[in-house]
């Protein structure tokens, strides 16, 4: 099974940008659909992005689509998501995901997802 941690959190003003990565664990990295989901407190985790095996495919939510860029480098097994533009209502926990299964109509829910980092903050303030 793999592991993963996240990295790359921090404050930042309004209009910033931040770079979060993702390690994982196993070689067999590129077997695993890979998504990010973030959760700010008093609220459910929500989908951010996700990025098909090979990395040609990914999907946002509608809110950071044109701001944020999520990509993976399956050589070395690690994903990033490239935050820009940043909005205070981006403030949140992050969370790197990954499932060896696929379900299309389950690929933005949380409870597709087996493999998670430990997450990390990302504060925007305003």
């Known amino acids: 099974q793999v592991q993963l941690a996240e990295s790359g959190g921090g404050l930042v003003q309004a209009g910033g940008s931040l770079r979060l990565s993702c390690a994982a664990s196993e070689r067999t990295f590129s077997n695993y659909y890979m998504a990010w989901f973030r959760q700010a407190p008093g609220k459910e985790r929500e989908f951010v992005a996700a990025?098909?095996?090979?990395?040609?495919?990914?999907e946002y939510a509608d809110s950071v689509k044109g701001r944020f860029t999520a990509s993976r480098d399956n050589g070395k097994n690690t994903a990033s998501l490239q935050m820009d533009s940043l909005k205070p209502e981006d403030t949140a926990v992050y969370y790197c995901a990954a499932s060896a299964v696929y379900y299309d109509t389950r690929r933005f829910r949380p409870e597709m997802y087996k493999y998670w980092g430990q997450g990390t903050q990302v504060t925007v303030s305003s």
């Open positions: 990025i098909s095996w090979s990395g040609r495919s990914t």
